[in-house]
C-alpha cells in the first residue's frame, strides 16, 4: 500500500531517526482514528463498536528526517474470552516492544475506571510516556480538559500531554513534530513512500471484517472472523480475492448470510467498493461463510489473525 504522501520523502541518512510508537487505549478511545488520520490513508479498520481492533496495525509516518511507525493495538479492557486474553496480551506486549507509548484518552469520558486501571499498568512500563486527549472538540466544558490534565499528571508522569480531536485533525502536527524529535536516532526501517507494513491480504480481510461490524449487531461480528485464503493478479489487471468468514453457530451462519443472501451481498459491495479505491484498479471479491464452532480456540485461526493463543 503505497503513496507518495508523506511530508519527507528525501531524509539525509546521517540525521535519520525511527521509533516504534503504541498507541494504547480502552476502547473506542479513537485510537485506529487517531493513526489513520496521522498516516493521512486507511491502515486499521474503525467501527463505533467496541474492540474493533484485534491485532496490532501498523502506519508509517515520515516527519523531516524521522520515520514514526504507529503500532494501532487493541483496546485495553478486562478479558473474559480467550480471543479477548490474546488480544489484550497483543496491546501490552507492542507497547513493551515499543520506543514511545501514546495513551489515547476520551476526554468526554475522562478517568473511569477502565483506564484507571490502563494508567496503573502503565507505572510499570519504562519507556516515554505521552497522553492524548482526544475528542475534544466534543467538550464544551474547557474547565474539565484542566482538571484531567492534573488528575492524569497526578497518577502517571507523562512527558507531554495533548490535547487533540483526530476527526477534526486538531494538534495532530504537533504531536508527530514531539515525537519526531523524541525516536532514537538510526536508519529508517521502511521505504519513504510505506504507509504499513500490513500484508494486503490481511488487510483486505480486515476491511472486508470492519464492514460485518457496520452491517451486523449484537454477538455476531465478535464471533467472526475473516481470512483471505485466495489472490489471484488477472491479466486484464484486476484481482481476484476470496476470503472466508468462520462463525461460531450454524445460527450466526444464517444471520451473516440474511433473507435471501441480503446481508453477505451487502456487506461484499461494501468491501468491493473500498478495496477497490485502495487498489486503483477493478477487484472481483466472492465471500464464503462457513461454520467452525471451535475457531476462538484453533491456534491456525490465531496465527493467520497475528495473534499468540494464549493458554486457558
Request: net charge neutral; glycine share 6%; aromatic share 6%.
Amino acid at each position: 500500500m503505497n503513496e507518495p504522501h508523506q511530508e519527507s520523502a528525501l531524509s539525509d541518512p546521517e540525521r535519520q531517526r525511527c521509533g516504534f510508537i503504541a498507541v494504547i487505549g480502552a476502547p473506542n478511545a479513537g485510537k485506529s482514528t487517531l493513526v489513520n488520520a496521522l498516516v493521512g490513508a486507511k491502515v486499521s479498520i474503525v467501527s463505533h463498536k467496541v474492540q474493533t481492533t484485534r491485532v496490532p496495525v501498523r502506519g508509517i509516518v515520515n516527519v523531516g528526517d524521522s520515520q514514526l511507525v504507529f503500532v494501532d493495538t487493541p483496546g485495553l479492557f478486562a478479558p473474559k474470552k480467550r480471543l479477548d486474553t490474546a488480544m489484550v496480551e497483543a496491546a501490552w506486549g507492542g507497547a513493551r516492544d515499543a520506543d514511545i507509548v501514546v495513551l489515547v484518552i476520551d476526554a468526554v469520558r475522562g478517568i473511569d475506571e477502565e483506564v484507571g486501571r490502563i494508567l496503573d499498568k502503565l507505572k510499570d512500563i519504562k519507556l516515554p510516556r505521552i497522553a492524548a486527549l482526544n475528542k475534544v472538540d466534543k467538550l464544551d466544558d474547557k474547565a474539565k480538559l484542566l482538571a484531567l490534565v492534573g488528575e492524569l499528571q497526578a497518577r502517571v508522569s507523562f512527558e507531554s500531554i495533548f490535547m487533540i480531536s483526530a476527526t477534526e485533525g486538531d494538534g495532530l502536527d504537533a504531536l508527530k513534530q514531539d515525537l519526531a524529535a523524541r525516536v532514537p536516532q538510526g536508519p529508517w526501517h521502511y521505504p519513504a513512500d510505506d504507509l504499513t507494513d500490513a500484508p494486503m491480504r490481511l488487510l483486505a480481510a480486515e476491511i472486508t471484517r470492519e464492514k460485518i461490524f457496520h452491517r451486523l449487531h449484537d454477538e455476531v461480528p465478535y464471533s467472526s472472523t475473516v481470512e483471505t485464503t485466495m489472490w489471484t493478479e488477472r491479466k486484464d489487471g484486476s484481482v481476484r480475492i476470496e476470503q472466508t468468514i468462520f462463525v461460531a453457530r450454524e445460527g450466526q451462519k444464517a444471520i451473516m448470510l440474511g433473507k435471501g443472501g441480503a446481508t453477505i451481498k451487502q456487506v461484499s459491495m461494501d468491501s468491493r467498493r473500498e478495496l477497490t479505491e485502495i487498489l486503483e484498479r477493478p477487484v472481483h471479491l466472492f465471500l464464503f461463510v462457513k461454520v467452525r464452532q471451535n475457531w476462538q480456540d484453533d491456534p491456525e485461526r490465531y496465527r493467520e489473525m497475528g495473534l499468540e493463543l494464549p493458554k486457558k
